[in-house]
């Protein structure tokens, strides 16, 4: 077993699980001795995890899809055997639009729909002003899947309608400060960052287009996995029980300090905290089974690369879906330490409305914003069934 390891992640407040193994000596207790490395893209992380410059890291969850299906310059093995949080992203406006949006609309501003978006594009047009300009992080990522989703459903065309681009999580305020972007969604803390400037305002959060649903996993290279099962099982422990401590009310004014710190977030406590609370669009690092490596959220990414345009529907694709995400390598970890796994690998995504229980493990309501459910085995007909789609 090796004891040696560096993993990479992001400055984003759900690296929390990593910092907190890292500072409450969780990483130690499984005899290891890790060196966090923070990293400046996702894609750099990706590719040190492809070539062993890194031995894991907080990664994008359709990231590891992607990169197995060879898609943006990747053709590295990953594989997702732990989630590391629900919820967390949102999308923000710059302040002058998002103030034109409740004069446009009050009702749907307030509702956290894109209708009120709709309103101004359509205004834009007439006056022949530019196209609206927002960023997410990475073409893979429930950053760039949720802002279309939310536009899409408003009837807004995200290749047509508005221009995307990428950016890194923490230039996204200072490109909205400066008018490179007129929008972006990214996860926490940097949405809170921009309203906490005066640049931006908050006008929808992950959980109002896909309630409790997925967003980062830790991801290592397959063969690694395969080499050292000892050392990855003792890391997956190691992780649980700092989701464990950071899901807890009690330690949340601690985890907000812990990472307020430079080497980890370097943002301040009091924007960091903002996400870290109760309410429904807060940041879910372990209650729920936040930590299992659903196979439907791999087919749910799937299923928006192809509505998308990112891949072509193929076997490979429902494959290497289930083949990269490991519930198994999970519940191995899980049950060693008397964490309850789901029964299985797979559920119905987005249907249900209210709180409800899997075999007795209590479970969240996880509705999509349009109200349609996603069966993880249909990919494809799902993908095509909506009205503004490339499939």
Known sequence: MSSDLKLGFIPLNDCAPLAVADAQGFFRAEGLSVTLSREASWATIRDKVAVGALDGGHMLAPMVLAAGLGLGGAGARLIAPLAMNLNGSAITLAAAHAAELRRLDPEGAAARTARPLARLIEARRGQGAPLLTFAAVFPYSMHNYALRYWLAEAGIDPDRDVRLVTAPPPRMAEQLRSGLIDGFCVGAPWNAQAEADGTGEIVAWAADVWQAGP????????????????????????????????????????????????????????????????????????????NFPWRSHASWFYAQMLRWGQIAPSVEGSVTARRVYRPDLYRVAATSLGVQPPPQDDKIEGAHADPWSLDGLPMPADRFCDGRPFDPSEPELYAAGFAITRA
Not at 217 to 241: F, I, K, S, Y
Not at 281 to 286: A, K, R, V
């Open 215 to 290: 967003d980062k996993v830790l991801g290592v290279a397959e063969d690694w996995a395969e080499r050292e099962p000892a050392t990855l099982q003792a890391l997956l422990r190691a992780l649980l029980r700092a989701a464990q401590w950071s899901d807890a009310p009690e330690n949340r004014p601690a985890l907000a300090a812990l990472l307020a710190r430079p080497d980890y977030v370097g943002a301040p406590s009091e924007v960091i905290a903002r996400t870290l609370t109760d309410a429904p669009e807060g940041l879910i690092y372990h209650r729920y089974a936040a």
